[in-house]
């Protein structure tokens, strides 16, 4: 099958981890994504519309003296760079998690409607010609609206299943594509084209990406400590509660963090697409499906493709600036297409 | 109470909705001893077996297990005691054998411990006791049903809990491997472990059963020794089907009419 799974095979028995793969080719794939990340990171600081000298950008972090140019990079690039990085991170952590919660490996971080919800906020106050930092509240309280819209309706009766979830969180998507169509159909002028860019995803007005980091490692913080758990969990709810997990909890756990990264990713960049959903995959298919290396695993290799595709948005067709949901999803698209004609089940 | 005595049921009864699947009955199993539950389809037997390993709440009566009642175990304490093989094995994910076989060393395991070595010999010996050495890198997804099936009791043994209980283990299985498996908890038991097991072959449960509870699917239940549950009249009431109870080699069996 995966190459993965045939490398861990013919690994001679002794060398091998405890789990069947070699330790040594999970730190250092951990490690080369860490790599990758600074790359596309000093890359984006290098990279752009003003030519900037790598002097200037390690005057920028601080490393030598302001100029012009530096003041660009630190300015305008460096928050656009970390907030890059952060959402991608958030959004390939968030889609991990909700694999896990709804046992399904095509499911992303927008499968349970908190793009929707969010993308109802942005649009409404965009049409009402808000200021930026209404849209980004707006946004943040749609995408939290939807996430306890789906929770209640999903909870009902009080059995909760991935699947009744997965329905209540399509339906709700639903509801808001609608929703959004209408605003769009109905607004006329320049706001159209904000409001395309929002849909697609784009990191251009992202300037606050503190809050996001700092997310993104309570997030880590929190999910690594029940990793195991989350492998057990894998195995369905009875045997892994026969295994003493308290496994109600530990989905309402999975459910909320999950939910807030992505309605913090989703107000910062918009919906970018194909980032949690592509980004999991592709882990798991190099280092397997233990959730103790494939959720940090995923959050470097998020954060790393976000950054390196904001960079291409913003460079490929400059002075154009595409929103960098374009760009995810050219990658995204036949990526994924490629993965599963390689993996037919 | 008997020091000896592992899991007890007392006035246990169990409902579903409005139907009673059991009605109260005692029984107490030893270590050492192997219980079958037996019943025709959706008697409840899964049920009964999900009660007694902690999973649901009795309807009334209590279980207990080394003298605990089992609504007063902590969760992981309690996974070290019991472990439960359940009738499905859904498989979301692809993943090694090894590593399926090794999530049954959870509850033994700390919250930031790795699965060692010792971990790592103990999921190998429980893949070669159901006779599937050299199946560790493989993919869960590519093995056949009865393959599977061995993988989920691989895990189980991993576990190690005193007190086994199988949903029917026998799934799958090709005659061959139903004997080795059964064979195994029955050794197991004997070895000073406790096994319950729902089965749904009357011969194989004459066979390895030292208690049996037959349920007849109306709320009735007959619980007791082997000899004493067994009976060609009893069972033709529960499955609805006439059995002519004949004795092979000083073995109990019964086909049907």
């Keep these: ?345 | 109470m008997n020091p000896a005595t592992l899991l007890e049921a007392d006035q246990l009864a169990v409902r579903v909705g409005p139907r009673w699947l059991c009605c109260e009955f005692s029984l107490r199993l030893h270590a050492g001893e192997c219980l079958v539950l037996l019943g025709p389809n959706g008697a409840g037997k899964t049920t009964l077996l999900h009660t007694l390993a902690g999973l649901r709440p009795p309807s009334a009566g209590r279980v207990a297990l080394e003298g605990r009642d089992l609504s007063s175990w902590p969760a992981g304490e309690l996974a070290r005691q019991r472990g439960l093989l359940v009738q499905q094995q859904p498989d979301y994910f692809a993943a090694s054998v090894l590593e399926t076989v090794l999530v049954g060393r959870h509850p033994h395991l700390g919250r930031w411990r790795w699965e060692g070595p010792e971990d790592v010999e103990l999921a190998r010996r429980a893949l070669a006791q159901v006779g599937l050495d050299g199946f560790e890198g493989r993919d869960v997804l590519s093995l056949s049903g009865g393959e599977r099936q061995r993988v989920a009791i691989a895990a189980l043994l991993t576990q190690a809990p005193r007190l086994f209980l199988l949903d029917e283990p026998t799934n799958h299985l090709d005659l061959h491997y139903q004997i080795a498996i059964l064979d195994l908890f029955q050794g197991l038991a004997r070895a000073g472990h406790a096994v319950v097991m729902v089965l749904h072959d009357i011969n194989l449960a004459a066979r390895y059963a030292d208690r049996v509870i037959l349920l007849d699917g109306l709320g009735g239940v007959l619980a007791g020794g082997r000899q004493e549950v067994l009976q060609a009249e009893a069972l033709s009431r529960a499955f609805g089907h006439p059995l002519r109870h004949i004795a092979v080699a000083g073995r109990a069996h019964f086909i049907p009419d």
């Design chain 1, 1 to 345: 099958m995966a190459d993965a799974h045939g490398a861990a095979a013919a690994a001679p028995v002794g060398q091998a981890s405890p789990l069947g793969r070699p330790l040594g080719r999970c730190l250092g794939v951990l490690g080369g994504l860490f790599v990758a990340g600074l790359f596309a990171f000093v890359l984006a600081l290098h990279a752009g519309e003003v030519p900037v000298s790598w002097g200037d950008v390690a005057g920028a972090m601080g490393l030598g003296s302001g100029s012009g140019a530096a003041e660009v990079v630190r300015a305008l690039r460096l928050p656009r760079a970390l907030a890059a990085y952060a959402c991608g991170a958030l959004l390939a952590l968030a889609g991990t998690l909700m694999q896990i919660l709804l046992r399904n490996p095509l499911a992303d971080p927008y499968v349970l409607g908190i793009s929707g919800g969010a993308a109802v906020g942005a649009l409404g106050a965009i049409a009402l010609g808000a200021a930026a930092w209404v849209v980004d509240g707006a946004a943040f309280t749609g995408a939290l609206t939807a996430t306890f819209l789906v929770f209640g309706l999903a909870r009902g009766d009080g059995a909760w299943t991935p699947t009744r979830l997965l329905l209540t969180g399509v339906i709700v998507a639903a509801g808001c594509g609608a929703a959004v169509s209408f605003m769009l159909v109905m607004t006329t002028d320049i706001r159209v084209q904000s409001m395309l860019f929002w849909l697609t995803g784009d990191a251009s007005g992202a300037t606050r990406p503190w809050p996001a980091f700092l997310l993104l490692l309570g997030g880590l913080a929190l999910v690594l400590p029940f990793a195991r758990d989350f492998n057990v969990l894998a195995r369905g709810d009875l045997s892994a509660r026969a295994l003493g997990l308290r496994v109600e909890r530990l989905r309402l756990l999975i459910y909320v963090l999950a939910s807030l990264l992505t309605a913090v990713a989703v107000t910062q960049v918009g919906s970018v697409g194909f980032v949690g959903l592509v980004v999991p995959h592709l882990v798991r298919l190099a280092l397997g499906n233990d959730q103790r290396v494939l959720l940090p695993a995923a959050a470097l290799a998020g954060g790393a493709l976000l950054t390196a595709a904001d960079t291409a948005a913003r460079t490929v067709m400059a002075p154009t600036q595409l929103p960098v949901g374009v760009l995810t999803a050219l990658i995204g698209v036949p990526l994924f297409l490629f993965l599963l004609m390689r993996h037919p089940r």
